[in-house]
């Protein structure tokens, strides 16, 4: 048990007071971070990362990886409470989470949410500690093929949980496609569907789009049910943590699925967002109870958020082991680690055992910390409803636009925002599902570069997409979840004309 | 803040001095007013990018500068949104923009309509060098073996981005030698490299400080550098070989040359005294350790111009360009 010997020397490093403080203040600044839309995790450690560079290395990433798991946990808060998702991750979150939120159950959303981020990082970390190098050398044989796969599985997965009708739900997603192709086209290297126009050269940031979809369409219609919050008479009351996990337990199994289905997309590196909408779409699949997801059951928020925090938590083994970022935040991190003077890739666990070892000591701790500090506050977050909606909605107006402005820093995301606003409100009211639209747009570009980088390499044949055991059985399971409401329908009309009865609604078109 | 330096700042207030300023920014001339604004016309985490945070960490560190200095990625457009917005500041001396080979690549590939006249140019900080890397586990030894079997079968070459640079590179490599080489773009030079160790594709233009971990592990092989000279850095970087040890592109009789361009612009219309100030600076960022610490991990030619000999280099370079982008058919 060489890593249990090492992992207690990080903790040495880690348990110093100086470090012990600085994680306090990470996971302040971080859940603040996570909380502002806009302000993503990889954008508060871009602004942060130069008051690091007279801090020792290991003191460096200790605070700026709680930053990371601050915001992990942050997200979460304006999901619930307002559905405004405060990064991409939680936006499967917003699901049941504000629902809940809406019932006056928004303290036990939060501390599902909570709770469940904990567990997702904790067994992700746990994974990271004993079995990184084998889970690294797993993370080599993705290429483009393999990428795709896993892009398509999402989708599989995910299409057909929404309640419209099919037909609706293949607009919303094909408008998200549509948007998602707007900008630079990294294969081609010629832009598309710019017109000319320099504001849409940089495409459609799906935070940007989310922000308005959700954040602005929800208050626009707040205003019409009559400027207040549905879920402001809420009992709040500190037990409400207590009672939440006495429930938790009987979900184990949801969660570990949850878990794995976050730690294998942290390490591809597909990313916690894909990973969050992926294991509410499974989840929601697999639930006895399925048609009631999207109205506030606490599975739905269990599931993403788990997901979420094991694929954050496992996105930084790719970045630590070969160099390749699995998330944005990632990014930003590995440019620190080079500007530290410490060369990420496979030589950094030969070479830097302090520093690898004091980092992954602080993952434990920072959680931990990480979770007491949010639950501490769980039921001052859930108090934010009882203030006057004529004077919250206001705030989150501008605190939607500076977060809009914050992506790109570019002026025109406000427009932008507020115009996907009133288009999320009209869809909204023509009952268009947005989860399909949010999921093309923030996938849709990389699923169809994955596609074309497959093709240059196969030369245009698709046989590559069953070149070998691994991409093969990825687009196995693909086709099966897609199909699957297909088979399901056919069954039950059979057992339907079994029985004689035939009482069966054809789904429509 | 450690305690020593809350004393030396209390000494200095309490000194009440006038003169107090360090003496690095206490030369006559312009300086900034306000904050500076750093735009990296790339996404977060690149070379460019990393290279325009270090500059920032150094003035920061070293007290360079009075005023902060403030790093912006855009992005959009293959950096053409950067370039786009420093070429609408004009005569606005807050802004600076740090470049690589799509200075010259995005408008001549998107018909944006830029070109590097619309900027002041204030210096060239280094040139990045490219190195043909392959798997370790391939067969081919040399870059003259690499030719030869890509002349046989067709291979895959993956690089960073589209009609820029590493695609550049390897439609060169085809002219001159007719090897087939299949091109992959990616996002970024450090998926590229990873895609070659996990053997996707068969062969990377990556630069020097994208691969080195991936060599050091021994999980690629160096070929050639793409530089009329061999690398200057001679220290040990595996059991047997160092920057310098590789060979060039043209001493194993394959004729491509490519460095690519790490240089600080202005915006156009901004006043000599302000050029000056910004030329200053880099200078000084240049002569810190923590800079030369950079250039030695990058293996990168630290080779630095300003003023006249600056442009000039900038005037040939894009005629270059035009030339390789024409021949390979990517002009817009």
């Known amino acids: 048990m060489e890593e249990l010997g090492l992992l207690m020397q990080g903790f040495a490093v880690v348990m110093e007071p100086q ?141 057909g949980m929404s309640k419209g009708p099919a037909l609706k739900t293949l607009s919303a997603m094909m408008l998200g496609f549509l948007l998602a192709a707007v900008g630079m086209d990294t294969v081609t290297g010629q832009l598309r569907m710019t017109f000319g126009s320099t504001e849409m050269i940089r495409g459609f940031d799906f935070l940007v789009a989310v922000i308005g979809l959700f954040g602005i369409s929800e208050i626009l219609c707040s205003i019409e049910d009559g400027l207040r919050f549905k879920g402001e008479r809420a009992k709040i009351d500190a037990r409400v943590v207590l009672k939440v996990w006495a429930s938790l337990p009987k979900h184990w199994w949801l969660a570990l699925r949850s878990s794995l289905i976050g730690c294998w997309m942290g390490i ?28 506030g059951r606490i599975e739905g928020v269990i599931a993403p958020e788990t997901a979420a925090h094991a694929a954050g938590t496992s996105a930084l083994l790719p970045m630590l082991t070969l160099g390749v970022p699995g998330s944005p935040t990632a990014a930003v991190l590995l440019g620190g680690l080079i500007m530290w003077g410490l060369q990420p890739g496979p030589m950094l666990f030969v070479e830097q055992k302090d520093f690898v070892w004091g980092l992954i000591a602080s993952m434990y701790l920072g959680n931990v910390v990480g979770l007491i500090v949010v639950l501490v506050a769980v039921p001052w977050f859930a108090a934010i409803l009882r203030v006057p909606f004529s004077i919250i909605a206001a705030i989150i107006l501008v605190v939607c636009a500076i977060g809009a402005f914050t992506v790109s820093n570019a002026e025109f995301d406000i427009t932008l925002m507020l115009i996907f606003g009133v288009v999320g409100y009209v869809l909204k009211k023509l009952d268009y599902p947005l989860a399909p639209l949010v999921l093309a747009l923030v996938l849709g570009d990389r699923t169809e570069e994955a596609f074309r980088q497959s093709l240059l390499i196969s030369q245009g044949s698709l046989r590559v997409f069953f070149s070998n055991w691994l991409v093969s059985s990825i687009m196995a399971m693909g086709f099966a979840l897609l199909l699957w409401p297909v088979v399901s329908w056919v069954v039950e009309r059979i057992n339907a004309h079994r029985s004689g009865t035939g009482a069966v609604v054809p789904r429509e078109a | 803040m450690p305690p020593a330096g809350c004393f030396r700042r209390s000494l200095l207030i309490g000194a009440g001095a006038a003169a107090l300023v360090s003496p690095a920014i206490a030369q006559k001339g312009w300086e900034p007013t306000r904050p500076v604004q750093f735009i990296v016309p790339a996404g977060t985490g690149g070379g460019a990018d990393q290279m325009a945070r270090v500059i920032q960490g150094i003035v920061s560190k070293h007290k360079l500068m009075r005023q902060p200095m403030v790093v912006v990625n855009k992005a959009g457009g293959a950096g053409a949104e950067g370039f786009l ?106 998926e590229v490299a990873v895609q070659l160790v996990g053997k996707h594709v068969d062969a990377s233009v990556n630069n020097p400080i994208e691969a080195v971990t991936h060599w050091r592990s021994g999980a690629l092989r160096p070929l050639c550098v793409f530089d009329s000279q061999r690398l200057a850095n001679t220290e040990k970087m595996t059991e047997t070989m160092a920057w310098s040890d590789i060979p060039t592109a043209k001493e194993t009789g394959l004729d491509v040359e490519y460095l690519m361009l790490r240089g600080i612009f202005m915006p156009a219309g901004v006043q000599p005294a302000q050029v000056a100030f910004y030329e200053g600076l880099l200078e000084k960022v240049r002569e810190t350790p923590d800079w030369r610490e950079l250039m030695q991990q990058g293996a990168f030619n630290s080779t630095s111009m300003t003023g006249d000999a600056f442009r000039a280099w900038l005037t040939k370079e894009e005629a270059r360009h035009r030339t390789l982008m024409q021949e390979a058919g990517f002009l817009a």
């Open chain 1, 19 to 159: 470090n012990l403080l600085l994680m306090l203040v990470g996971i302040a600044l971080g859940v603040l971070i996570g909380v502002l839309p806009g302000l993503g995790g990889a954008n508060g450690i871009a602004i942060l990362l130069p008051l690091t560079f007279a801090m020792p290395p290991v003191s460096a990433i200790i605070m700026l990886s709680c930053i990371y798991w601050g915001a992990l946990f942050g997200g979460a808060i304006t999901s619930i409470l307002f559905n405004i998702p405060g990064e991409p991750w939680s936006v499967a979150t917003t699901f049941d989470g504000y629902p809940m939120a809406q019932q006056g159950k928004a303290a036990e959303a939060l501390t599902a949410a909570f709770t469940s981020s904990f567990v997702g990082a904790f067994i992700a970390i746990v994974m990271i500690t004993f079995i990184a190098p084998v889970i690294a050398g797993f993370a080599l044989r993705f290429g483009p093929p393999e990428f795709f796969a896993v892009m398509f599985l999402s989708f599989a997965s995910f299409i």
């Open chain 1, 268 to 295: 591809t590196p597909a990313g916690a967002t894909p990973a969050s909408f992926m294991s509410y779409g499974v989840a929601r699949r697999m639930s006895k109870h399925g048609a009631s997801f999207g109205k």
């Open chain 2, 85 to 190: 917005e420093a070429k609408g500041a004009r005569g606005n001396p807050h802004m600076i923009v740090i470049t690589l080979s799509n200075l010259f690549t995005t408008p001549m590939a998107t018909g944006v309509p830029f070109n590097w006249q619309d900027l002041t140019p204030v210096a060239m900080l280094a040139l990045d060098e490219f190195v043909l890397w392959v798997n370790a586990e391939s067969p081919w030894k040399t870059a003259a073996e690499f030719i030869a079997a890509a002349k046989q079968e067709r291979l895959k070459l993956g690089g960073t981005g589209s009609k820029q640079e590493d695609q550049i590179i390897a439609v060169a490599i085809g002219k001159a030698t007719g090897a087939q080489l299949t091109y992959v773009p990616y996002r970024g030079g450090g």
